[in-house]
Antibody, heavy 120, light 108 residues
């Protein structure tokens, strides 16, 4: 079955950097677009970044542009989110999720369990 | 940017009640609207895609409707396991992805 597993979360000081990873299995990784979605504790969902299956398209929400960068290595079935210049407002659970797996390109059909990033 | 609103922000209903949650977009998004259920400590789960299509494995008491700017998620008969927060989400080429603020459903 489709499985996404995030790793790399932890506690970091303001201004610091962290790199999250999302490992996929149970599907043809190189065919699927992957996203990062975050959720601050007790708050709603916020889409953060998107990368197409072939790395041609990369998009980031305005609030992280210039600080975060999404990338992928299809040979290792992983997507990464490099987060620099972190602020307390970046504190959140970070989920990776597949879009366009069975339905429209914007449907988040499969999700990982999340990785907690605390900036303090 | 397209603004998404959901109403009500929270609701309390009895088991067996019909529950309706509304999502409104600030501009026409056709049918590009999805609904998710999130239980505490868990990842979101896709319920409805493209406004009215029920995801495989989702109980038949969940349904979605609407197009353009106004959308509805309906639970025909509330069950205890439906306690969760429900989010709508739009997607379009210009604005990519945006989630609504969520509706928390509790049992009365």
């Amino acid at each position: 079955q489709v499985q996404l597993v995030e790793s790399g979360g932890g506690v970091v000081q303001p201004g610091g950097s962290l790199r999250l990873s999302c490992a996929g299995s149970g599907f043809t990784f190189s065919r699927e677009a992957i996203n990062w979605v975050r959720q601050a504790p007790g708050k709603g969902l916020e889409w953060v970044a998107h990368i197409s299956h072939d790395r041609v398209q990369k998009f980031h929400v305005d609030s992280v542009k210039g600080r975060f960068s999404i990338s992928r290595d299809n040979s290792k079935n992983t997507v990464s989110l490099q987060m620099n210049s972190l602020t307390p407002e970046d504190t959140a659970f970070y989920f990776c999720a597949i879009t366009g797996y069975s339905h429209g390109w914007g449907v988040f059909e499969h999700w990982g369990q999340g990785s907690l990033v605390i900036v303090s | 940017d397209i603004q998404m609103t959901q109403s009500p922000p929270s609701l309390s209903a009895s088991v067996g009640d019909r529950v309706t949650i509304t999502c409104r977009a600030s501009q026409d998004i056709s049918h590009y609207l999805n609904w998710y259920q999130q239980k505490p400590g868990k990842a979101p789960r896709l319920l409805i895609y493209d406004a009215s299509n029920v995801q495989t494995g989702v109980p038949s008491r969940f349904s979605g409707s609407g197009s353009g700017t106004d959308f509805t998620l309906t639970i025909s008969s509330l069950e205890p396991e439906d306690i969760a927060t429900y989010y709508c989400q739009l997607y379009d080429n210009a604005h990519l992805f945006s989630f609504g603020p969520g509706t928390k459903v509790e049992i009365k």
